[in-house]
């Protein structure tokens, strides 16, 4: 694990920004895991701008998304789905058949996770996985547990991450209490990952994952096992890290 500790979020956004652009100029048409939430916005208003300055090009990258509530449509504005169109797709050349969130309105839990990672591995796997980090410790919606979830699953998302993503909503009824994601199997197997983290509410989780042991009870934790993880953190992010 390779740890970045930076300022602020924004040199955050730029760093993460630079390893992803890194990506892209290597291989064009690779295959990117893209996550949703406020620590990636800054990232992507950085690739955009770049895009838009000439200096990057999406018309051959692929994308995974890592999940999606369920029994939302892609056009509510609370979904990934809509997250990802409003927060990067449409601003940059990434073509739309290209792209890939679950389908959070598939009913059949079993049959969309076992097609979603069909689709992960007709695309050859993911070359760059880009996380962001619950202040719980989940990474994707991989809630602390007993054991580390597998495949793309169905998780009830707990107390803590309803309670975190309630601002987005009209009230709390309305978070989704369900959700389709990658597991922890799938996110291991991408072959880079990247994740940022922001604020000192994460500063718990982030130390215990870099530092504490390997468990499901801290699902980033599992990261320490992976052998190309970089992290990007601002200072409020590490100020629980052992000096
Ligand atoms: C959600 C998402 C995660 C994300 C996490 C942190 O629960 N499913 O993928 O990493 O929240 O979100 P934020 O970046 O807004 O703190």
Redesign the pocket.
Known sequence: MRVYQVKSYDDMSRKAANVISAQIIMKPDCVLGL???????GTYKQLIDWYNKGDLDFSQVKSVN??EYKGLPRDNEQS?YYFMYNNLFKHVNIQLDNTNVPNGMEPDSEKECLRYEEVIAKLGGVDLQL?????NG????NEPDETFGTITHCVN?TES?ID??KRFFASIDDVPKQ?Y?MGIKTIMKAKKILL?V??E??ADALAQAVHGPVTPKLPASILQLHNDVVIVADEAACSKMPK
Do not use: Q, V
């Open positions: 996550a949703t939430g406020s620590s990636p916005i890592l999940d990934y996380l962001g980090l619950g202040r989940h990474i994707g919606f998302l991450t975190a993503n959700a994601t940022i922001s604020g509410d994460k």
